[in-house]
Nanobody
């Protein structure tokens, strides 16, 4: 059974930190890019960050650069999104997703493709709420 189990959300004050986890099982983890998306009420889902399992390269949307860090624990088949200096505008439901990508595709391209729907597996969302 394919599973992407997202966890780690919560309520935090502005300036605080959270670490989201995305535990994967049931599919060839090494062949997939893993992305984090978020969707705030009344807004479209947007790509936040992506990591390539092919070469470990990463992508971040501009608004989170320098504040968020994506990483992977190969032994646990788990991808993390460490979030620092959180802002109220980071409030959203965060989802992780997996997409099989071909070698040579950059993580920015993978994120764009995933945003357009090229996702093999979605995890359930985890709520992040940042209070001002």
């Amino acid at each position: 059974e394919v599973q992407l189990q997202a966890s780690g959300g919560g309520l935090v004050q502005a300036g605080g930190s959270l670490r989201l986890s995305c535990a994967a099982s049931g599919f060839p983890f090494d062949d997939h890019a893993i992305g984090w998306f978020r969707q705030a009420p009344g807004k479209e889902r947007e790509g936040v960050s992506c990591i390539s399992r092919n070469d470990g390269s990463t992508y971040y949307r501009d608004s989170v650069k320098g504040r968020f860090t994506i990483s992977v624990d190969n032994a646990k088949n788990t991808v993390y999104l460490q979030m620092h200096s959180l802002k109220p505008e980071d409030t959203a439901v965060y989802y992780c997703a997996a997409s099989h990508v071909s070698p040579g595709i950059t993580t920015a391209q993978a994120m764009a493709l995933m945003t357009l729907g090229a996702v093999d597996y979605w995890g359930q969302g985890t709520q992040v709420t940042v209070s001002s």
